[in-house]
């Protein structure tokens, strides 16, 4: 099992900030550091990724360029990697966020990361998740690869949300969820979201049942949720229509006989 950990509206975070974030995110877990990458465009207007030395790419950053970046810890007995930190803008089609992915941690040091350093950046969203397969909980974070996390999630959804070419709104900066996670990290505006006639932040409080709420910083909250209730509150978010993935599971009828 993975752990994914994915941050959304990460636009005012700079990449010599993020490297320091993701040496911190290997290093809190002891997890070595193999290699480093970043997009580079091509002549056809396609682009590629060049592996390098994390020095390099740490130089690179130094001297002021702007860089979509990945950093990686790779051995044999792991493919594609073990773990890796990726740092995304809006060039090469992507769009603003940061995605990190790691042999599964206890929920504890998780929430020490987001406490110690996540809550020392600005960002709009998170989350935490799991997946089976490392390179899932890769693709989950961007959306990519048609992923489900649960029976009720639409597999693109999300995707259309970061899209600049639809038109994407970008409604998990704020007016929606994306889903309902173990590890959610909402800001101010999540909180106001009006869940059957109350306040997200007033419905969580209202029973143990929806999960904790924990202030980390002037601007974001950890919501804590219990798996084992994941899919009713999926559910009941869902139908309060505060997720953005989130679809009404559609019964299915036997056919009636001539």
């Known amino acids: 099992m993975y752990n994914g950990i994915a941050l959304y509206g990460t636009e005012s975070i700079a990449p010599s900030l993020a490297i320091e974030i993701g040496i911190s995110f290997f290093n809190l877990f002891n997890i070595n550091i ?6 580079k465009y091509l002549e056809n207007g396609d682009h590629e990724t060049i592996i390098i030395p994390l020095s390099m790419l740490k130089n690179k950053i130094k ?24 740092y995304s803008t809006n060039e090469f089609g992507g769009f603003h966020h940061i995605d990190m992915q790691c042999p599964i941690q206890d929920k504890k040091n998780i929430l020490g ?58 409604s998990y900066k704020g007016s929606m969820l994306r889903m309902v996670y173990p590890i959610n990290i909402l800001n101010r505006k999540h909180l106001q979201l009006n869940v059957f006639g109350e306040s997200l932040d007033k419905w969580m409080l209202s029973n143990e049942f929806n999960g904790k709420l924990e202030k980390i910083n002037d601007k974001l909250w950890v919501w804590i949720v219990d798996e084992d209730h994941m899919d009713d509150l999926n559910n009941y978010c869902g139908k309060a229509g505060i997720l953005i993935s989130w679809k009404p599971q559609i019964k299915k009828t036997a056919p009636k006989l001539p």
């Open 113 to 170: 990361f987001i406490r110690d350093f996540l809550s020392k950046i600005d960002f709009s969203y998170g989350i935490v998740y799991t997946f089976d397969e490392i390179t899932n909980a890769y693709f989950y974070s961007s959306g990519g690869n048609l992923l489900t996390k649960f029976t009720n999630e639409s597999p693109s959804a999300f995707k259309k949300e970061t899209l600049r070419c639809l038109r994407g709104s970008e």
């Open 34 to 39: 193999s290699s480093a990458g970043y997009s």
């Open 63 to 86: 001297k002021g360029e702007k860089l979509s970046f990945r950093i990686y810890s790779e051995n044999k007995n792991n493919v594609p990697w073990l773990a890796s930190f990726g």
